[in-house]
């Protein structure tokens, strides 16, 4: 089936039928990946498990028993509060009942506790443990919208972050595909810090949108990319990224003006701005007077210029570690001023912005036609099967 045109976003005849259910789709998310974990106890919440390690059922786990998993050379040596399992290179608590939760608590090193939905599965390797939280995946995406947007937000904008998130996820099922799992749980994939609250808003936005995507005219995901605050304009993809995508042009954004990232202040040495200036290639600070050695942008610019010579704005924000590349720099004795808009690299779709528009009345389909040009809205599984990659685990 393919999507119907409804002025620039296609939406999909199947939509007023999403309540009653679609296909389950297990996720694979590595989670605490920024640690090298050794050692984790694992706490049943509620539900039913089995524990499989060897292809074998070793054991039943319900509502307050507990796992101890450590690894021993490059095994897991598995126990409980009154049995030694042995040694084992994989192990799974694998969920048998709809309602399993468990939460799991790193030893060493010694971090915090995070509850998750559905089931664990834990690889030994020669340093550490890898972690995997198997997950259905409309779960998942409650988890990433909460980590992602806080709970402070109306639905219609937590429909069109749940449909962005669900688009990036579909896209990057490979993308640790070596490591034994599609994403992970930092912000490099989606922001994952286990199940969510149950936040009424965000639970009934992902149901009201399950299996809905965004793909371009070739029926293939976009890139579904989104930040904090554009600061009043989103970035054309190719300012910042080498490729190019059609769907992602720069967008006047009023929505995004006088919400809490919009501004931003900073003050930097002039001698350090020199001195970078010239270690980067912009030999004409030495001849140009210092008073007009300032950036200025009413329009997001791709480089600074001055005179014959050229620098990325992009380049400049990431090595002064600005929150955007969208800001003005004005000489001011010894020091320079920074006065910056927005936060984020201003592609896609800007959450800030967003949940203005959502606040103002507009729906979940007005805000992604708002930020992403001439999309098509419809179920993934109309999709092409070459549009998802396909992983196994």
């Not at 070596?178 to 965000?202: K, N, W």
């Not at 329009?299 to 600005?322: A, C, G, H, Q």
């Amino acid at each position: 089936m393919r999507g119907m045109v409804m002025r620039r976003i296609f939406l999909p005849v199947f939509l007023a039928s999403i309540l009653t259910g679609a296909g389950a789709q297990n996720m694979h998310i590595g989670i605490y990946q920024d640690h090298l974990v050794t050692s984790s106890v694992v706490y049943c919440s509620s539900g039913n498990y089995h524990l499989v390690a060897g292809g074998e059922i070793l054991a039943r786990f319900g509502d307050g028993d507990i796992l101890y998993l450590t690894l021993d050379g490059e095994k897991l040596k598995v126990l409980d509060a009154d049995r030694d399992f042995g040694f084992f290179t994989d192990v799974e608590l694998r969920g048998t009942t709809p309602d399993c939760v468990f939460r799991i608590r790193p030893l060493q090193p010694g971090l915090e506790s995070r509850m998750y939905d559905d089931d664990l599965v834990v690889h030994a390797g020669d340093r550490f443990m890898t972690l995997i939280n198997r997950v259905d995946m409309d779960k998942y995406l409650a988890g990433v919208v909460e980590a992602e947007t806080g709970l402070n937000a109306g639905k219609e904008f937590y429909k069109a972050q749940s449909i962005l998130c669900r688009t990036f996820a579909l896209k990057n099922l490979d993308r640790h595909q070596t490591e034994g799992f599609s994403l992970c749980d930092g912000v490099h994939c989606q922001a994952y810090r286990g199940r969510s609250m149950q936040h009424p808003g965000i639970l009934t936005a992902i149901m009201e949108t399950t299996g809905l995507v965004l793909a371009d005219y070739h029926y293939q995901l976009i890139t579904a990319a989104y930040h904090s605050n554009s600061g009043g304009q989103t970035q054309r993809a190719s300012e910042v990224w080498v490729s190019d995508a059609d769907y992602l042009q720069s967008v006047v954004d009023p929505y995004s003006l006088h919400q809490p990232h919009a501004k931003w202040q900073d003050t930097i040495s002039f001698r350090e701005w020199k001195e970078y200036l010239l270690k980067n290639g912009m030999r004409s600070v030495n001849r140009i007077p210092d008073e007009i050695i300032y950036v200025e942008q009413m329009r997001r610019k791709k480089y600074f210029v001055l005179d014959r010579d050229s620098l990325r704005m992009t380049k400049i924000r990431e090595d002064w570690e600005f929150p955007s590349a969208f800001f003005d720099m004005f000489p001011d004795g010894d020091s320079v001023l920074v006065w910056g808009k927005g936060y984020g690299h201003g592609i896609g779709m800007s959450q800030e912005g967003a949940m203005k528009m959502a606040a103002d009345g507009f729906m979940f389909r007005d805000i992604l036609q708002f930020y992403f040009h001439e999309v098509r809205l419809m179920d993934y599984r109309d999709l092409p099967a070459s549009s998802i990659p396909d992983v196994e685990f």
